[in-house]
């Protein structure tokens, strides 16, 4: 296990084309980290760097306190898992996942020890007799992951959109693994992906990227709560938040022509001099009853069907916003009235997050 520090690193694949802008990023030792976001944001690219496969065009990689910038992927001790399961599909469950403590010349008893744990952890003991080649792509994912566990010289595990080939039955099944897995080892984890599920789902910490920065890193449940920017609240959620732009009134700010209760002080500050936008998710966002205090109109322009819950598109005074309402809740027609939860509201400035309500 390892802490992997990247120290002013930055790559270019094309001059003066930054694929991953020069950063200084931390992955403490045991702990589990998704790299979050849409094609080309830079995050394999990120993970390439850690493992060796690229050498950054500036910076340096450390592992502990050694440098490893100039170390071949080889040397540098860790297990990569990939989109595309890399097993010896003539082999047996067991020779698979025996294969890199046979390299390194590990005693016959010892091996078995190992591989029967790492196989009891994965959920692979019942298999592991069987050959590689009649297994299903989960299962061979599985022993993927499992080359990487049954060491006990690495340093961390990358991996690389792992469930990507994985039917979509079988991949919430196999997130539970892989974080039980984890549980266990506490291996250092970097976990690469464009699925905000499977990031939210496995990671202790996400960082969220967008054209080759981290825009934010942060625990699940705050990336929800409180992103950074739009891009965050976009990116996060399903659907996304909703940003709502406000209007300067004389005693606070307002939604069209209805004030918005409970601002804060620095939000208020912020709104002499530049516009404000409203961000609350669709989940926080309930129609209530027209007495109720802070009640806002809003006409209901549709619904979507999504199985356990509807996705209700709504209209406040010519803003749009999204309400994500559970299936047995009644749904009002036409006119009908919603409140915004004070605790669940964040305020925005020039796109960057200016305080919670």
């Known amino acids: 296990m390892a802490r992997i520090h990247l120290s002013r690193i930055g ?46 065009s500036e910076g340096s990689v450390w592992f502990d306190d050694a440098d490893v910038t100039g170390i071949s992927t080889a040397n540098r001790n860790i297990a990569q898992v990939f989109q595309f399961p890399v097993i010896y599909q003539s082999k047996t469950v067991f020779e698979n996942l025996a294969f890199p403590l046979r390299c390194r010349n590990w005693g016959r008893e010892r091996i078995r020890a190992r591989v029967v744990q790492v196989a009891d ?39 690389d959109e792992p469930l990507t080939v994985i039917d979509p039955q079988m991949k ?31 990671a202790d910490e996400v960082l969220v990227m967008e054209q080759g920065r981290v825009v934010q890193r942060d625990t699940p449940s705050r990336l929800f709560e409180s ?24 005693t606070g700010l307002a ?21 404000v936008t409203l961000g609350v998710r669709p989940e926080h ?27 209700v598109d709504i209209d406040i005074d010519g803003s749009p916003a999204k309400v994500k309402v559970a299936r047995e809740q009644g749904i009002p027609p036409g006119r009908a009235w919603v409140a915004l939860p004070a605790d669940r509201l964040r305020f925005y400035a020039a796109d960057r997050l200016i305080a919670s309500a």
Request: hydrophobic share 40%; proline share 5%; charged share 20%.
């Open 11 to 56: 790559h270019a694949y094309t001059e003066g084309a930054y694929a991953l802008a020069p950063s200084d990023i931390t992955f403490d030792d045991g702990g589990t980290y998704a790299l979050l976001g849409p094609s080309g944001c830079g995050k394999t690219t990120m993970l390439n760097i850690i493992s060796g496969l690229v050498k950054a």
């Open 172 to 202: 919430f099944e196999l997130r539970r693994k892989i974080k039980q897995a984890n549980e266990q080892t506490r291996l250092t984890v970097i976990y690469v992906t464009h699925d905000q599920n499977e990031a939210m789902s496995i």
């Open 227 to 250: 992103p950074v920017n739009t891009y965050v609240g976009n990116f996060i959620g399903s659907p996304g938040m909703n940003f709502i732009p406000l209007r300067r009134h004389e």
């Open 255 to 275: 939604i069209g022509r209805h004030l918005l209760p409970a601002v804060p002080v620095e939000v208020l500050a912020c709104a002499s001099d530049q516009a």
């Open 285 to 311: 966002i309930c129609f209530c009853r027209q007495e109720q205090p802070g009640a806002l109109p809003v006409s209901v322009l549709a619904k979507h069907d999504h199985g356990r819950i509807f996705i």
């Open 121 to 159: 952890i994965l959920g692979l003991t019942a298999r592991l007799g069987r050959s590689a080649r009649s297994l299903t792509a989960d299962e061979k994912q599985l022993i993927s992951l499992g080359r990487g566990l049954v060491r006990d010289d690495v340093a961390a595990i990358l991996m």
